[in-house]
């Protein structure tokens, strides 16, 4: 097998670059997001391409690029990439899902601590020229009860972070989750919304999700409460918590993700939650930070080498999950098949018909799927050739 080739886009960590090069990885970088044909022309001979979330990997290009093997999303989602068609060929992607969760987390902290300290507005009145020194309203978050909806990464990392600083944690999840620390877990929505004085929305975004927090919730809300949203904005109706922030009901409210986006920096934004005091708006921001791209970089480039050198699909999103620890010496057969039964039996079978002594080996599958991996100490090429003239064979590898 040639050197293996990585195109990566969208100006991708130089750590990634420097840490596929150390690998014996060719990386050749390009600093924009291509569109569908300079895509299709670009992967030509390229085994692996590194995206960040505005490159389209559609089916028409995952059709044209048969080298391709692998891509990198080097980000937290993956909806640019045609996932399904994009196993039905054997390719396989990996993203950073949780790079970016203390990032999150960080902002969670700050944004609290400044609408409990209403800080946005002393900041905008001694901007103005007004000296405004007065502790009404100001209030201090420690004993204060948080609720966290949605306990999963970011919400599991906030909720030891809150208590370190001193808020007690209520949290719900519609999955059963260990609570951390004294973290209470509520068995309904309704019963956080009862307890907290500050309440963080950490939720993913399946569609289900879809307005689940509207007018009815923010009523439910204790007065006085403060209201976060860095998870998704389509989750929640912001028509209605403007409705609880003019009446006073909600005091104070930081809001990072909108149910439309601009596409573009520059670009017009428009939102109720607008001019009314009290509101932090940013501009999708909770992951991004240099460390957070840096631990992207690092996460998604170690995962390309370590499914080119050793054949690993752990904490891929599209196939099955695989690991088998490496042995010195000898060969790796990685074998991507169509899961019906019978296959392993098959790959098996051709290696004994050859006297080839299996000296280690672990199968998973997902969905329609398998992925074998078999280390022989030789692979004689008759073997390579039985495997791949197999039917149900996808993706075919010798390491
Ligand atoms: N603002 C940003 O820049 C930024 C950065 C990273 C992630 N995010 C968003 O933050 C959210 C959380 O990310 P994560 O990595 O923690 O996700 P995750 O998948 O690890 O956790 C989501 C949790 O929410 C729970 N959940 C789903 N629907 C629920 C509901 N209706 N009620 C209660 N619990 C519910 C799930 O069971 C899961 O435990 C995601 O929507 C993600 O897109 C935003």
């Given at each position: 097998?040639?050197?293996?080739?990585?195109?990566?886009?969208?100006?991708?960590?130089?750590?990634?670059?420097?840490?596929?090069?150390?690998?014996?990885?060719?990386?050749?970088?390009?600093?924009?997001?291509?569109?569908?044909?300079?895509?299709?022309a670009a992967l030509d001979g390229v085994d692996l391409l590194g995206i960040r979330s505005k490159t389209e990997v559609t089916e028409r290009v995952l059709q044209t690029a048969t080298q391709l093997q692998a891509i990198g999303a080097f980000c937290i989602g993956t909806n640019q990439v045609a996932l399904k068609a994009a196993a039905e060929r054997g390719v396989v992607v990996f993203n950073a899902p949780f790079s970016n969760t203390r990032s999150v987390v960080e902002l969670v902290i700050g944004e609290i601590i400044a609408m409990?300290?209403?800080?946005?507005?002393?900041?905008?009145?001694?901007?103005?020229?007004t000296w405004n020194k007065d502790a009404t309203g100001s209030h201090e978050i420690r004993g204060r009860s948080i609720g966290i909806v949605g306990y999963g990464n970011i919400g599991s990392q906030l909720s030891v972070v809150a208590e370190m600083l001193g808020l007690r944690v209520f949290f719900y999840d519609t999955e059963d989750k260990l609570a951390l620390g004294n973290a209470h877990r509520c068995e309904s929505l309704e019963e956080l919304l009862q307890v907290a004085e500050v309440v963080t929305l950490h939720v993913d975004g399946r569609s289900g999700n879809a307005g689940?927090?509207?007018?009815?919730?923010?009523?439910?809300?204790?007065?006085?409460?403060l209201f976060l949203n860095l998870s998704r904005g389509f989750v929640v109706d912001y028509d209605a918590l403007r409705e609880g922030l003019l009446s006073g009901h909600i005091a104070g409210a930081a809001v990072d993700v909108?149910?439309?986006?601009?596409?573009?920096?520059?670009?017009?934004?428009?939102?109720?939650l607008q001019g009314i005091p009290n509101v932090i708006l940013t501009p999708h921001v909770?992951?991004?930070?240099?460390?957070?791209?840096?631990d992207i970089g690092r996460f998604v480039a170690t995962k390309l080498r370590d499914f080119v050198?050793?054949?690993?699909?752990?904490?891929?999103?599209?196939?099955?999950?695989?690991?088998?620890?490496?042995?010195?010496?000898?060969?790796?057969?990685?074998?991507?098949?169509v899961n019906m039964p019978g296959v392993l039996a098959k790959v098996n079978s051709i290696l004994a018909a050859h006297g080839v002594n299996i000296e280690g080996q672990m199968l998973s599958t997902l969905g329609d799927?398998?992925?074998?991996?078999?280390?022989?100490?030789?692979?004689?090429?008759?073997?390579?050739?039985?495997?791949?003239?197999?039917?149900e064979t996808i993706r075919l590898r010798v390491i």
């Open positions: 097998m040639g050197r293996v080739k990585a195109l990566l886009l969208e100006n991708i960590h130089p750590l990634a670059v420097s840490l596929l090069q150390d690998s014996g990885i060719e990386v050749q970088s390009h600093a924009g997001a291509l569109d569908e044909d300079e895509l299709i409990a300290r209403r800080l946005t507005e002393k900041d905008g009145d001694l901007h103005a020229g689940f927090f509207g007018a009815e919730q923010f009523g439910r809300m204790r007065p006085r409460a909108f149910p439309t986006e601009p596409k573009v920096k520059g670009e017009r934004f428009v939102s109720p909770g992951g991004s930070t240099q460390e957070a791209q840096e050198q050793r054949g690993t699909t752990t904490l891929n999103v599209n196939l099955p999950t695989l690991t088998l620890e490496a042995r010195p010496g000898g060969h790796r057969v990685t074998h991507l098949h799927n398998g992925y074998v991996i078999t280390d022989v100490n030789d692979i004689p090429r008759a073997v390579v050739d039985e495997l791949a003239a197999l039917p």
